[in-house]
């Protein structure tokens, strides 16, 4: 996505971070924003934003952040390539526990690039959507570009998605309507772990 001039604010000009797309409507994805994003975020209507690295927040970040009382959930998750850091499964969990709760949304989701980590925290988003695996795993090459990474791609593979609704406990998430329409949170009350619990009716 290239520059963009704001007709409503005297011309200026709109630079959205590094590798800014849509993943759905009111979830975006990107790299880091720098200060010259904050405007193009902005229209965005932010109410939270994931941050998938260890570092500390950039001081100036934050404070633009709570002058747009935007909340920050950051989850440290290393990056290195050597020796190689698999993706801590129990981490992604809570990032996307975050993330499916549409009253922290609008959202933004970024790591340092907006490739691996964001690509794989997207994958997961993508199978508890029941999209097909293979459009999952297209979606992450195509965002990830050349420097796609193999054990991501068997990290999205072997993502439980069960794993998330036990985590949830009484409240199950149901999404209606994806694209241009706007999606309805509807509370479910059903104790999920207790459902699996229940003893078995034995035969006698």
């Not at 209507?45 to 994931?50: Q, Y």
């Not at 633009?64 to 981490?91: A, R, V, W, Y």
């Not at 009253?103 to 970024?110: G, K």
Request: glycine letters at 6%; proline letters at 6%; one cysteine or more.
């Amino acid at each position: 996505m290239g520059l963009i001039v704001d007709d409503d604010n005297d011309g200026e000009v709109l630079i959205p971070p590094p590798n800014f797309s849509m993943v759905e409507d009111g979830i975006y994805r990107s790299g880091f924003p720098q200060l010259e994003n904050f405007g193009f975020l902005s229209t965005l209507n932010l109410r939270s934003i994931i941050f998938l690295c260890p570092e500390p927040y950039p001081e100036d970040n934050l404070k633009s952040l709570h002058s747009n009382n935007i909340k920050l959930f950051q989850f440290g998750i290393e990056g290195k390539t050597d020796p190689p850091t698999p993706m801590p499964k129990d981490t992604v969990l809570n990032a996307l526990r975050v993330l499916v709760d549409v009253r922290n949304h609008p959202i933004l989701i970024h790591c340092k690039r907006g490739k691996h980590r964001t690509g794989c925290l997207v994958g997961c988003l993508r199978k508890v959507q029941n999209w097909c695996l293979s459009s999952v795993l297209e979606e992450y090459q195509k965002c990830a570009g050349l420097k796609w990474r193999q054990r991501d791609l068997r990290f999205i593979e072997d993502f439980e998605v069960l794993r998330l609704k036990q985590c949830l406990y009484s409240i199950i998430y149901q999404y209606n309507g994806y694209g241009l329409k706007r999606r309805k949170l509807l509370y479910q009350e059903e104790n999920v772990v207790q459902e699996q619990q229940k003893p078995q009716a034995t035969k006698g």
